[in-house]
């Protein structure tokens, strides 16, 4: 595809319940980010992969917060029994490698009731 | 620990007028720096980034390393620069720190 691809674009879950959301960057980008950004608050920085590898995970805040990309291309942020303050849009972000620019997807708004 | 800073949540400006958005930031070394736009209903989006050193849609940015600043300038407002506009610094690991945004109004 032409950007990086997000789905779902919309979740509803409550509370307790585990949610998968998907990135797919654009094709042949190396590095993969995930950011979290909560209403009227800038993005903030979950976690960032090369390739496979998870090179960076400090950004995410508990260890219900899960992600993975196994074959270097589409990543999977996952999150186990979600609590309230979950709520907030997911943005994935790739790039062509370390000093280029970060392209982002158009987030997944995540409501947890 | 790495900080951006945008004092202004809201700025309101006619069309023709300039404009300035704030971004302030602290940081160990010599971070890169980048300005990001979000037009209504549509993804964030790179603007320009100070080692480019690029003029964008009229906008320039200048990186002030003694006043730790690098404000975004547009001498000449358009209503279709309306849109929110976030400050953002990285090191090396690539991560991207925000500041929180300021919502730019263009009014006619």
């Known amino acids: 595809g032409a950007g990086v691809s997000q789905s779902p674009r919309y979740k509803v879950a409550k509370r307790g319940q585990d949610v998968a959301l998907r990135c797919d960057p654009i094709?042949?980008?190396?590095?993969l980010f995930w950011y979290q950004q909560a209403l009227g608050q800038g993005p903030e920085f979950l976690t960032y992969f090369q390739n496979e590898a998870q090179l960076d995970k400090s950004g995410l805040p508990s260890d219900r917060f899960f992600a993975e990309r196994p074959e270097g291309s589409v990543s999977t942020l996952k999150i186990q029994r979600t609590q309230q303050e979950d709520s907030a849009v997911y943005l994935c972000a790739s790039s062509q490698g370390s000093d280029q620019p970060q392209h982002f997807g158009d987030g997944t708004r995540l409501s947890i009731l | 620990a790495q900080r951006v800073t945008q004092p202004e949540k809201l700025l309101s400006v006619f069309k023709g007028a300039p404009v300035e958005l704030k971004c302030n930031y602290s940081y160990s070394g010599s971070p890169e720096l980048f300005w990001y736009v979000q037009y209504s209903r549509q993804r964030l989006q790179l603007l320009l980034r100070?080692?480019s050193r690029e003029s964008i849609k009229g906008f320039t940015a200048d990186l002030n390393k003694g006043e730790t600043s690098f404000h975004l300038k547009k001498p000449f407002a358009q209503e279709e620069d309306s849109a929110m506009y976030y400050c953002a610094g990285e090191t090396s690991g690539s991560r991207l720190t925000f500041g929180e945004g300021t919502q730019l109004t263009v009014n006619p």
């Open positions: 100070h080692i």
């Open positions: 094709s042949g980008h190396v590095s």
